[in-house]
């Protein structure tokens, strides 16, 4: 199984909201991602954790908050968003210090 | 990471062989090339990877020059569900976990 699971699919929030996005994974993997896609742009890397911990944070602005609760979980909080924060929000995750990347179906985030 | 060079788009007739090029001139030793595709608002999708010896899987094989500076990835039968952006990345396995995605070539399959 090389499932990542996203929710929702979908949110569209006003700029005062507070909302989280969800990633699950059930294949034993120890390193968990959070990517942001804009419209026509590939993807780019938010922040890493590597055995529940936050290992690397690429100068996210901290209207976006990672938490990782267990092995198996990735949140991502949302407070306070722009309408450029609108993108699709992708989770990933890999076995610790390995090259494949498994990628969930991603959250398509609108900011009003 | 080294930096990757590829077509913006490409066509391909549906049933067909799809050659799909990436240079990679400035790639070190220890760096592997890996492919990933997106299908249109889905998450990418890992497809293979490799060092220096060609590779196949049942989605795709992946050639790489002896020099290393560029590879291509064939997808032997494309279909419709082929349709997709393409991205060639290099990277070093294990230390770093970052996938740094360039702008990749649109596959179009066509009928």
């Known amino acids: 199984d090389t499932e990542v699971t996203q929710t929702p699919k979908h949110l569209v929030m006003g700029m005062t909201n507070k909302k989280s996005l969800k990633c699950e994974q059930h294949?034993?993997?120890?390193?968990m991602y959070w990517y942001k896609q804009k419209a026509k742009k590939p993807p780019e890397l938010m922040f890493v954790?590597?055995?529940?911990?936050?290992?690397i944070n690429e100068s996210v602005p901290s209207r976006f908050s990672p938490e990782c609760p267990n092995s198996s979980l990735l949140n991502l909080h949302l407070h306070a968003l722009q309408p450029e924060d609108s993108a699709l929000y992708l989770c990933?995750?890999?076995?610790?210090?390995?090259?494949?990347?498994?990628f969930g179906p991603g959250t398509r985030l609108t900011v009003l | 990471d080294a930096k990757t060079t590829q077509p913006t788009s490409m066509d391909c007739a549906e049933g067909r062989a799809a050659n799909l090029p990436c240079n990679h001139s400035t790639i070190s030793g220890n760096e592997y090339v890996y492919w990933y595709r997106q299908i249109h608002s889905q998450g990418p999708q890992y497809i293979i990877h490799g060092l220096k010896n060609n590779e196949t899987n049942e989605m795709a094989s992946l050639i790489i020059t002896e020099d290393r500076k560029s590879s291509t990835l064939i997808l032997p039968h494309a279909t419709l569900r082929d349709t997709a952006v393409y991205y060639c990345?290099?990277?070093?396995?294990?230390?770093?976990?970052?996938?740094?995605f360039g702008k990749g070539t649109l596959l179009t399959v066509n009928p």
């Open positions: 294949m034993g993997h120890r390193a």
């Open positions: 990933a995750s890999s076995q610790a210090n390995a090259r494949t990347q498994y």
């Open positions: 954790y590597s055995y529940e911990k936050l290992s």
């Open positions: 990345i290099v990277r070093v396995a294990g230390s770093n976990y970052k996938l740094t």
